[in-house]
Nanobody, 123 residues
């Protein structure tokens, strides 16, 4: 099992930026960010393969960028041009094996999850 620790959540105004980090206890083939707003289901934001493509949800394309620090086993989510609808609890997830686009659509394929970090975007 992989332990995941998120950090970097907070508040921002619409149009602003925030950076989230997820540090894993060991290297995972696939890591990703999911988010869940109150009363809504958890949804995929971005998936990053250790070797392979990155997949972004349509709602964040062109605004959010993911990167990996391989030495530190850290996944970083740079969020720009934030919108109030980006407000949610953001969760880091990891699994073995390469991820495809469909993994962005299903939380059940990820075994390891962080505790979440809250992002609030005001109008």
């Amino acid at each position: 099992q992989v332990q995941l620790v998120e950090s970097g959540g907070g508040s921002a105004q619409a149009g602003g930026s925030l950076t989230l980090s997820c540090t894993a206890s060991r290297t995972s083939d696939c890591m990703g960010w999911f988010r869940q707003a109150p009363g809504q289901e958890r949804e995929g934001v971005v998936i990053s393969n250790l070797v392979g493509p990155v997949y972004n949800s349509d709602s964040v394309k062109g605004r959010f960028t993911v990167s990996r620090d391989y030495d530190k086993n850290t996944l970083v989510l740079q969020m720009n041009s934030l919108k109030p609808e980006d407000s949610a609890m953001y969760y880091c997830a990891a699994r073995t094996g390469v991820c495809g686009y469909s993994d962005l659509l299903s939380t059940t394929r990820f075994r390891d999850w962080g505790q979440g970090t809250l992002v609030t975007v005001s109008p």
